[in-house]
T-cell receptor, first 114, second 110 residues
Framework: EPEVTQTPSHQVTQMGQEVILRCVPISNHLYFYWYRQILGQKVEFLVSFYNNEISEKSEIFDDQFSVERPDGSNFTLKIRSTKLEDSAMYFC????????????FGPGTRLTVT | GIQVEQSPPDLILQEGANSTLRCNFSDSVNNLQWFHQNPWGQLINLFYIPSGTKQNGRLSATTVATERYSLLYISSSQTTDSGVYFCAVGRNTGGFKTIFGAGTRLFVKA
């Protein structure tokens, strides 16, 4: 199975700071997704991204969040001004051009906001 | 939006036992995947199964799309099977989003 990588594996930040989480894509993948999982809860969809545009987003994905693929390689999730309730595991997922529906998940970034 | 319900919410098994996990969903879907979340929090892709039956070792899954449910079978369970099993479904509505169920928490006793 293809491997999706995410950096960092763990990030600790202070409330109000900006954080950028990164996902390193597999070469032929064009569809990207971000999810979050608050400790002990289910995985929640944040946003899907295709062809340098957001194609779908959830009500969680407010103005504090943004996504981009700045250099055509890494896919990033930015949280502009972190809040305590942003503490969660953030997963990146990708799907390839041939089958956009099967998603491959990265190992996640654990974000702790203090 | 699509609702996803998983049952049972919790399951305790003796090593060697078999089990069936169920996922019900409320609308037609383009995608259905089963994941195992291990104790380190990683989501391991078990099956991509929007319809039909697949098997991989001791695990198998069946999705009956017309009746909107999927089943995950675990045979001869091992302690390493412990963790949370998630069903996730997706639908193409122009955009694409995936909805996860709340999961089944499995503990296999030695």
């Amino acid at each position: 199975e293809p491997e999706v990588t995410q950096t960092p594996s763990h990030q600790v930040t202070q409330m109000g700071q900006e954080v950028i989480l990164r996902c390193v894509p597999i070469s032929n993948h064009l569809y990207f997704y971000w999810y979050r999982q608050i400790l002990g809860q289910k995985v929640e969809f944040l946003v899907s991204f295709y062809n340098n545009e957001i194609s779908e987003k959830s009500e969680i994905f407010d103005d504090q969040f943004s996504v981009e693929r700045p250099d055509g390689s890494n896919f990033t999730l930015k949280i502009r001004s972190t809040k305590l309730e942003d503490s969660a595991m953030y997963f990146c997922a990708e799907a390839d051009l041939g089958d956009r529906y099967e998603q491959y998940f990265g190992p996640g970034t654990r974000l702790t906001v203090t | 939006g699509i609702q996803v319900e998983q049952s049972p919410p919790d399951l305790i098994l003796q090593e060697g036992a078999n089990s069936t996990l169920r996922c019900n969903f409320s609308d037609s879907v383009n995608n259905l995947q089963w994941f195992h979340q291990n104790p380190w929090g990683q989501l391991i892709n078990l099956f991509y199964i929007p319809s039909g039956t697949k098997q991989n070792g001791r695990l198998s899954a069946t999705t009956v799309a017309t009746e909107r449910y999927s089943l995950l079978y675990i045979s001869s369970s091992q302690t390493t099977d412990s963790g949370v099993y998630f069903c996730a479904v997706g639908r193409n509505t122009g955009g694409f989003k995936t909805i996860f169920g709340a999961g089944t928490r499995l503990f296999v006793k030695a």
